[in-house]
Nanobody
Framework: QVQLVESGGGLVQAGTSLRLSCTAS????????MGWFRQAPGKEREFVAA????????DYADSVRGRATISRDNANNKVYLQMNSLKPEDTAVYYC??????????????????????WGQGTQVTVSS
C-alpha cells in the first residue's frame, strides 16, 4: 500500500507562482513513475505532468508546458509541481498519483488516470483574476 499526501495548495492571484508537494510512502519510491492531475468543478480529471523513475524523464500537458516544472527528491520520497504564471483556468483540485511498476516514462503514455495505481486526496488551488 502506498500513501500519497499533497500539500501547497491555496488561494493565489493570477500571474503568481505556487509549488505543490507530494510525499509518498514506500521504500521503493525512486522506482515509481509519478504524475500530477487536476480536476476542476464539472470537468474530468486531466493530466498535468509526469516524471519517470529513470533519468527523471518528464512529460507535460500542452496547457501547462512552459509554465510548470515537475521534479522529484527520491531521498525524501517527494515529488513537486512548480506552477508559474498562474491563470484562473488553473483553478482545480490537484492530485498526485503513482505508478509503482518500474518502467521508463514514454511521453504520452502516462496521461490517462488508469495508468496509475495510487492517488492522493488532492489539494485545492484557486487562482483569482
Amino acid at each position: 500500500q502506498v500513501q500519497l499526501v499533497e500539500s501547497g495548495g491555496g488561494l493565489v492571484q493570477a500571474g503568481t507562482s505556487l509549488r505543490l508537494s507530494c510525499t509518498a510512502s514506500g521504500r521503493t519510491f525512486s522506482m515509481y513513475t509519478m504524475g500530477w492531475f487536476r480536476q476542476a468543478p464539472g470537468k474530468e480529471r486531466e493530466f498535468v505532468a509526469a516524471i519517470g523513475w529513470i533519468g527523471g524523464t518528464t512529460d507535460y500537458a500542452d496547457s501547462v508546458r512552459g509554465r510548470a516544472t515537475i521534479s522529484r527528491d527520491n531521498a525524501n520520497n517527494k515529488v513537486y509541481l512548480q506552477m508559474n504564471s498562474l491563470k484562473p483556468e488553473d483553478t482545480a483540485v490537484y492530485y498526485c498519483a503513482a505508478d509503482i511498476n518500474p518502467r521508463p516514462l514514454v511521453k504520452g503514455a502516462y496521461i490517462l488516470p488508469h495508468r496509475y495505481d495510487y492517488w492522493g486526496q488532492g489539494t485545492q488551488v484557486t487562482v483569482s483574476s
